[in-house]
């Protein structure tokens, strides 16, 4: 079993920056790929970036240049910068061994 926890989240003004982390416990050598996603109200849940074992990355088109993730060990981080109003939204960690494993997520608002 994994256990993800997310912090880092909070009210952001647009153009500002926020750096989300995610911290996996529990069994985590297995683990293959750490992903961010995102669900805004009354939308479905979308990915916005992966990062694989073999640290192959992926973004969503929306945040391709302002958005980084990384992975360090069993956490893996994303460095949102240029924020807009358009990011708000509850940022969810994933990661998968043959199980999908979820985060309780964190709240990110992107307002003035």
């Known amino acids: 079993q994994v256990q993800l926890e997310e912090s880092g989240g909070g009210v952001v003004q647009p153009g500002g920056s926020l750096r989300l982390s995610c911290a996996a416990s529990?069994?985590?050598?297995?683990?293959?790929?750490m992903a961010w996603y995102r669900q805004a109200p009354g939308k479905q849940r979308e990915l916005v970036a992966t990062?694989?074992?073999?640290?192959v990355t992926n973004y969503a088109d929306s945040v391709k240049g302002r958005f980084t993730i990384s992975r360090d060990e069993n956490t893996v981080y994303l460095q949102m910068n240029s924020l807009k109003p358009e990011d708000t939204a509850v940022y969810y960690c994933?990661?998968?061994?043959?199980?999908?494993?979820w985060g309780q997520g964190t709240q990110v608002t992107v307002s003035s």
């Open positions: 529990g069994i985590v050598f297995t683990l293959r790929t």
């Open positions: 990062e694989t074992r073999e640290r």
């Open positions: 994933f990661a998968d061994d043959i199980f999908h494993y």
